[in-house]
């Protein structure tokens, strides 16, 4: 069993905790109850459970030491904007190569060439210019949300990061909107096939930039700092989409080849756009956590508790 801590690191040092009180809400961590008013050393009258660990598990000291944010919730709601707009994006691509496969399957061609079906009619062109659309808006209020304050400081990351945040977004909404000119059933087959590739650098580009602020600002959530198997690392997503562009590079190159080389070309480009789009929907769990701990920072332990007795010198 876990040793009951009689004394805690706070943001301003170590608090003796025997003797004293709870003076503000504070739920408890295993039933919620508010332990305002509980002896800092007690129990929880509902569940049993020491108040220490509740203290413990409600202040972050970490948080204290950092330089304030002029507009934390502000800053909150653009991290979680941003990774909707990457998990939109993500979703969108792998749903429209899942189609694609399902286009290729159409084509005939055992043989050495393997001949595409022609460019179908019914693809949705309008909703790739909503998706478009909704991006450069979602994108576009995160980046408001990330401008300079009065100070004339960007308060988060690097300028450099939120200039390529602005960057990817930009160039994933273009490729997005070019996406209906090439399956209007005028452009080539080929170049409907290679449309998943659009929009990729942008997406790349996009994750590059959310790394240094989700860096920057995760510090200030514990949750974010503590996790590890929940918390979505940016490089192995970028490394799946360099993946996905050699399957894809490949996959055109096997309309030329045959069926062996597509079929395995597909099967890796679509497992690796499916890691990709789970990456960026736990890149958004984690960017609420981080929303979180902005919108409700914690409290410093000595304004939880009633002053400290004097202890004797020893
Ligand atoms: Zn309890």
Redesign the pocket.
């Known amino acids: 069993m876990t040793r009951i801590p009689t004394m805690l690191m706070g943001a301003d040092g170590f608090e003796h905790l025997p003797g004293r009180r709870v003076v503000r809400s504070l739920d408890?961590l295993?039933?919620?109850?508010d332990l305002n008013g509980a002896e800092a050393m007690g129990r929880?009258s509902?569940?049993?459970?020491p108040v220490p660990f509740s203290l413990a598990g409600s202040i972050d000291p970490i948080v204290h030491k950092l330089s304030p944010i002029p507009n934390p919730q502000a800053v909150g709601r653009g991290l979680v904007a941003t990774a909707c707009a990457l998990a939109l994006l993500s979703t969108a691509i792998f749903i429209w190569s899942c189609g694609l496969a399902w286009y290729l399957s159409g084509g005939s061609g055992s043989a050495a060439r393997f001949s595409l079906p022609p460019v179908p009619l019914w693809l949705p062109a309008r909703l790739w210019w909503y998706i478009g659309l909704a991006i450069v808006a979602i994108g576009g209020l995160a980046l408001w949300s990330f401008k300079p304050q009065a100070g004339g400081r960007v308060p988060v990351g690097t300028v450099r990061s939120v200039l390529l945040l602005a960057i990817g977004v930009l160039l994933s909404a273009l490729a997005v909107a070019v996406i209906p000119v090439v399956s209007s059933g005028f452009a080539k087959p080929w170049l409907l096939v290679a449309s998943p590739l659009f929009p990729l650098p942008g997406l790349a580009i996009m994750l590059v930039g959310f790394r240094g602020v989700l860096l920057d600002v995760g510090k200030r959530s514990s949750t974010f700092r503590r996790a590890k198997v929940r918390r979505q690392r940016i490089p192995p997503l970028l490394i799946a989409i360099g993946l996905v562009t050699v399957a894809w590079v490949s996959l055109l190159l096997s309309l030329q080849v045959g069926e062996s080389l597509r079929a395995i070309s597909l099967a890796v480009g679509l497992l690796a756009l499916i890691f990709v789009a789970i990456g960026c929907w736990y890149l958004l769990l984690n960017a609420w956590w981080i929303y979180a701990a902005l919108r409700v920072p914690p409290e410093r332990l000595r304004d939880l508790l009633t002053e400290a007795e004097l202890l004797p010198s020893d």
């Open positions: 408890c295993q039933c919620g109850y929880c509902e569940c049993g459970m």
